[in-house]
């Protein structure tokens, strides 16, 4: 039998097994996708991480987000295959910058990307994502001046969009931070016809040329739902796929072909396998961080 027909085969059954849940990231490699029970963004993981029944939470993504699950989830068993998957951005900032930050910036509240680690978001007032950061920052109806980090283009964006004044911490994504204006009206010129959709975590010269700016999630239900049928896609090529699948129909080009996340790429079939075998490597995030990293996560999550 194929290899990975048999490695799928024994997923499956591991799943029923041992109680397990696979959630993907939209960016992971197509086998992954298409063997979870969930794909989604940062936040449609972090929500269903927190409503699911499942013993075992198997992450496919990276470490920030299978630490979100571990915070929200004492009490089952969080997986995340390929332990080396990290996130370059989450790294940019350490707890000692965000205690620096609350001394220089005092009552000022912290808006933490979830792209960030447990120890760091323990230390802010709440957390955001792609997808809410607007809506967490106008949820300070009395604060005129927020902090954000670590993003700083997700902080210009979110600047932009409330009015507010939003200092913020100079840490970027490698992958989206990259792509210049330049390289998106390249693309543009190559196809007239077709709307330009990005990530807040592109520069603000390339939002500037977007007709759409969401989230991965929001990206593939804007897609699925417009009546364009061709698009240039300003985020992690890793989406094409998913993007793809639910609109056969439709023309899709990367902005540019670079744009890969290596770390998203590090999980493989044989590594979600090996992991649901051996219930190894566990993320667990010490009780008195998990603690107060929740307080700012749990703040997010009720801001509907
Ligand atoms: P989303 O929350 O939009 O899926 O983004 C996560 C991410 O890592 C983007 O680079
Ligand atoms: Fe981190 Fe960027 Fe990779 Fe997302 S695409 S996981 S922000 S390095």
Request: hydrophobic share 40%.
């Amino acid at each position: 039998m194929n290899v990975s027909k048999d490695t799928i085969r024994r997923i499956q059954e591991l799943k029923q097994e041992k109680k397990a849940i696979i959630l993907a990231h939209n960016y992971q490699p197509p086998a992954i996708q298409d063997v979870a029970d969930l794909t989604g963004d940062s936040l449609e993981l972090s929500r269903h991480a927190s409503a699911t029944e499942a013993a075992v939470i198997v992450f496919c993504g990276v470490g920030f987000m299978a630490e979100t699950a571990a915070i929200l989830n004492p009490g089952k068993i969080v997986l995340l295959p390929n332990p080396r998957a990290g996130c370059p951005m989450a790294d940019m900032i350490t707890p000692g910058n965000v205690k620096d930050i609350r001394r220089q910036y005092p009552g000022v509240p912290i808006i933490t990307y979830v792209n960030s680690t447990a120890a760091v978001k323990a230390e802010s007032t709440v957390c955001c994502t792609s997808s809410n950061c607007i809506r967490v920052a106008q949820s300070f109806k009395d604060a005129d001046t927020l902090y954000m980090a670590p993003d700083q283009n997700l902080a210009m964006y979110t600047a932009r969009h409330t009015g507010k004044t939003i200092h913020y911490w100079e840490g970027y994504c490698p992958i989206h931070h990259k792509l210049t204006a330049e390289q998106v009206r390249k693309r543009k010129a190559e196809h007239p016809e077709a709307l330009f959709i990005a990530h807040p975590e592109c520069r603000p010269e390339v939002l500037e040329l977007a007709d759409l700016v969401h989230s991965t999630s929001g990206m593939l239900r804007f897609v699925s739902e417009s009546s364009e049928s061709s698009f240039i896609i300003g985020t992690e090529t890793g989406i094409l796929y998913p993007m793809q699948k639910r609109n056969p129909e439709k023309r899709l080009y990367p902005a540019s072909n670079t744009m890969v996340c290596p770390d998203m790429k590090k999980t493989s079939l044989e590594d979600v396998l090996r992991s649901m075998e051996t219930m190894e490597p566990r993320i667990t995030v010490p009780e008195d961080i998990r603690l107060r990293a929740l307080e700012a996560v749990e703040r997010m999550l009720a801001i509907r």
